[in-house]
């Protein structure tokens, strides 16, 4: 985890002059990717992937995958609060 926020730091630094490009948001979701493979357990990876990688909505991901709409919910409410730990070198 020390090497995600150690990347994450030096890109805000690194973008610190406000400018912005492609390769910006290439490299922003790079380190997404890599936080959420990294931070998060199986089931957060699984869900958060089905729901903002693949466009399901909560309800089909629970009905796919046999659990309580309200599982995936709090899942992926979870797996968010995870990760926006690591925002605060973004900022």
């Given at each position: 985890m020390n090497e995600y926020i150690d990347n994450m730091v030096s890109y805000?630094?690194?973008?610190?002059?406000?400018?912005?490009?492609s390769n910006d948001v290439n490299m922003a979701k790079d380190l997404l990717l890599n936080?959420?493979?990294t931070v998060l357990t199986?089931?957060?990876?699984k869900y958060v992937k089905m729901h903002y990688f693949m466009d399901k909505?909560?309800?089909q991901i629970a009905k796919?995958?046999?659990?309580?709409?309200?599982?995936?919910?709090r899942t992926?409410?979870?797996?968010?609060?995870?990760?926006?730990?690591?925002?605060f070198f973004l900022k």
């Open positions: 805000k630094l690194y973008n610190q002059s406000g400018i912005s490009n936080a959420i493979d199986e089931k957060q990876k909505p909560m309800n796919e995958l046999g659990v309580n709409p309200s599982t995936v919910t992926i409410q979870s797996a968010k609060k995870r990760l926006s730990i690591l925002s």
